[in-house]
């Protein structure tokens, strides 16, 4: 199956919910086993922002193989952790995605990623930000998280679970995961939108009004070579025992500052998976898409999680977004709408 969804339509069809909005959407819920109990339910999305219309179909037949290869891992009895990474790495691999393959480019003109994953029935969770040289920098979250699980290193050393930059890089290599060789990492589609919006940023430098010639380029833009401006990619699964898992991966704003880690790699902002326990009626997955900056101070993801356990779980969700997101924030600070207008370099 699979199709556009909101998140009112993901609520009512699981207890899992993807929140963002504007978002390529793809659900499967596998066949069921023989013994009649369903394996479990894949919901896959390819990023916030302004998405390419003559791309359409690009987007919907990787969020669909992303799905097909979680459902393989399910039907083959793995875990939720195995499948949402699965699916992951396929949208890491696509070159209309801003993941992996083919990311935004920074100022330098260099791609770094940032990319976590989290699994509900441990709460463990493994993160990488501002990384290079790998192509699927889910893998390395995903092997935090699982070397975090084994227990103290030698001498009671606590493992990492969030690396980045070169550090991240060396520790991939360490343990088996294969570099990427920068200039395989950048795709014809990237580069094109590398040229371009330093050709925007030089403009706007030059201009007094700023905004207003922002606001006015960035409508030309959309229409530009027909190609979109894309954000996060994000997975959450239920494995065929209940158990939840979410990860999220992205190559950041166009254009950002070299360094920058956004809201993909920070604990409890890009994903959040949570298993039902005494305190939660409700086991819960979430990914987030949108402007990293404003998602790292609302810890979006957690919040509406907590938000789901809730009564009344659709106003509680409701409530979070209009207060905590949507709305102007506290002493005077951008709202999220101010940020989507000020900046069109935003993906």
């Known amino acids: 199956m699979e199709k556009r969804i909101n998140a009112a339509e993901v609520q009512q069809a699981s207890p899992c919910l993807n929140v963002s909005a504007g978002i390529e959407v793809g659900g499967c819920e596998p066949d069921k086993a023989r013994n009649g109990k369903a394996v479990g339910f894949v919901l896959v999305h390819a990023g916030a922002g302004y998405h390419s219309e003559s791309k359409a179909k690009e987007y919907k037949h990787v969020c669909k193989r992303a799905c097909q290869k979680a459902v393989?891992?399910?039907?083959?009895?793995?875990?939720?952790?195995?499948?949402?990474?699965?699916?992951?790495?396929?949208?890491?691999?696509?070159?209309?995605?801003?993941?992996?393959?083919?990311?935004?480019?920074?100022?330098?003109?260099?791609?770094?990623?940032?990319?976590?994953?989290?699994?509900?029935?441990?709460?463990?969770?493994?993160?990488?930000?501002?990384?290079?040289?790998?192509?699927?920098?889910?893998?390395?979250?995903?092997?935090?998280?699982?070397?975090?699980?084994?227990?103290?290193?030698?001498?009671?050393?606590?493992?990492?679970?969030?690396?980045?930059?070169?550090?991240?890089?060396?520790?991939?290599?360490?343990?088996?995961?294969?570099?990427?060789?920068?200039?395989?990492?950048?795709?014809?589609?990237?580069?094109?939108?590398?040229?371009?919006?330093?050709?925007?940023?030089?403009?706007?430098?030059?201009?007094?009004?700023?905004?207003?010639?922002?606001?006015?380029?960035?409508?030309?833009?959309?229409?530009?070579?027909?190609?979109?401006?894309?954000?996060?990619?994000?997975?959450?699964?239920?494995?065929?025992?209940?158990?939840?898992?979410?990860?999220?991966?992205?190559?950041?704003?166009?254009?950002?500052?070299?360094?920058?880690?956004?809201?993909?790699?920070?604990?409890?902002?890009?994903?959040?998976?949570?298993n039902m326990g005494n305190l939660n009626p409700y086991s819960t997955a979430v990914s987030t898409s949108g402007c990293g900056e404003h998602l790292i101070r609302t810890m979006l993801a957690r919040e509406c999680s907590t938000a789901m356990q809730s009564e009344d779980a659709h106003l509680a969700l409701l409530e979070t977004m209009q207060n905590k997101f949507i709305g102007p924030e506290k002493n005077g600070n951008h709202s999220t709408e101010d940020y989507q207008k000020e900046s069109f370099f935003r993906s």
Request: hydrophobic share 40%; net charge neutral.
């Open 72 to 274: 393989e891992k399910l039907k083959a009895g793995a875990p939720a952790v195995e499948a949402v990474t699965a699916a992951l790495v396929e949208l890491e691999d696509s070159p209309f995605t801003n993941a992996g393959m083919g990311s935004n480019l920074n100022l330098s003109g260099e791609i770094e990623c940032d990319a976590s994953i989290m699994d509900g029935k441990s709460l463990h969770f493994g993160a990488v930000g501002a990384l290079s040289g790998i192509k699927n920098p889910v893998l390395v979250a995903n092997r935090l998280l699982s070397e975090a699980q084994k227990g103290k290193l030698s001498a009671g050393r606590i493992p990492p679970c969030f690396l980045v930059g070169r550090g991240a890089y060396h520790w991939a290599l360490d343990h088996g995961i294969p570099p990427c060789l920068p200039e395989k990492m950048a795709t014809k589609f990237s580069l094109s939108a590398y040229k371009r919006n330093k050709r925007k940023m030089e403009l706007a430098e030059k201009v007094e009004t700023e905004f207003i010639q922002t606001k006015k380029r960035r409508q030309s833009s959309e229409n530009e070579n027909d190609s979109g401006s894309l954000d996060t990619v994000g997975v959450i699964v239920v494995d065929h025992e209940g158990n939840v898992a979410a990860a999220v991966s992205s190559g950041g704003l166009a254009m950002k500052h070299p360094g920058r880690v956004g809201q993909a790699a920070h604990y409890g902002c890009g994903c959040w998976a949570e």
